[in-house]
């Protein structure tokens, strides 16, 4: 009985793991691609008019 309860709780942890972190993550930046489909983003840099050259 204990060792399929331990089994049990590793599968549990397993199929965690296999979640995307993206969608787990609550900073994620969303977008428009070039062929207008929405993206999300987990990093960007925001980019300003000073920054242009």
């Not at 993550?25 to 929405?38: C, E, I, M, P, R």
Request: glycine share 4%.
């Amino acid at each position: 009985m204990k060792k399929r309860i331990l089994s049990l709780l590793c599968v549990m942890a397993l199929c965690l793991g296999l979640l995307p972190t993206a969608a787990l993550a609550a900073d994620s930046v969303t977008y428009l691609d070039k062929d207008g489909k929405v993206q999300t983003c987990s990093t960007a840099t925001e980019v300003t008019a000073s920054d242009s050259q």
